[in-house]
C-alpha cells in the first residue's frame, strides 16, 4: 500500500523559508519521478516541482522558479522541498506523488502539509 506523508509547513512571515519533507512508502522510490503540488482554498490542485528518477533533473513552475528547490534522497524514500523568499500566494497545502509512465503512483493522496505565510 502507497503511504506519502508530508510534514514541515508551517506559518511563516513573507520572505521566510520552509523546508517540506515527503516520506514515502510502498513502491519503488527511486524509480518514480517525484513532484510536489499545492492546492490554495478555491482553486485547483498545481504541479509546483517534479525532480526525475534517474538523472534528478528538475522542474519548475514559473511561480516558484529561483525560491523553491526540489531535491531527493532515495535511500530514505524521501522528497524534500526547500522553499526560500515565500510570499502570501504560496499559501497553500502541499503535497507530493510519485509519477512513473504517465501514471500516479497513487491516487490515495497523503494528507498534506500545510504553508501559510503571512505577517
Known amino acids: 500500500q502507497v503511504q506519502l506523508v508530508e510534514s514541515g509547513g508551517g506559518l511563516v512571515q513573507p520572505g521566510g523559508s520552509l523546508r517540506l519533507s515527503c516520506a514515502t512508502s510502498?513502491?519503488?522510490?527511486?524509480?518514480?519521478?517525484m513532484s510536489w503540488y499545492r492546492q490554495a482554498p478555491g482553486k485547483e490542485r498545481e504541479l509546483v516541482a517534479t525532480?526525475?528518477?534517474?538523472?534528478?533533473?528538475?522542474t519548475y513552475a514559473d511561480a516558484v522558479k529561483g525560491r523553491f528547490t526540489i531535491s531527493r534522497d532515495n535511500g530514505k524514500n524521501t522528497v524534500y522541498l526547500q522553499m526560500n523568499s515565500l510570499k502570501p500566494e504560496d499559501t497553500a497545502v502541499y503535497y507530493c506523488?510519485?509519477?512513473?509512465?504517465?501514471?500516479?503512483?497513487?491516487?490515495?493522496w497523503g494528507q498534506g502539509t500545510q504553508v501559510t505565510v503571512s505577517s
Open positions: 525532480i526525475g528518477s534517474l538523472t534528478g533533473s528538475t
Open positions: 506523488n510519485g509519477r512513473r509512465s504517465g501514471v500516479l503512483a497513487t491516487t490515495s
Open positions: 510502498g513502491f519503488t522510490f527511486s524509480r518514480y519521478a
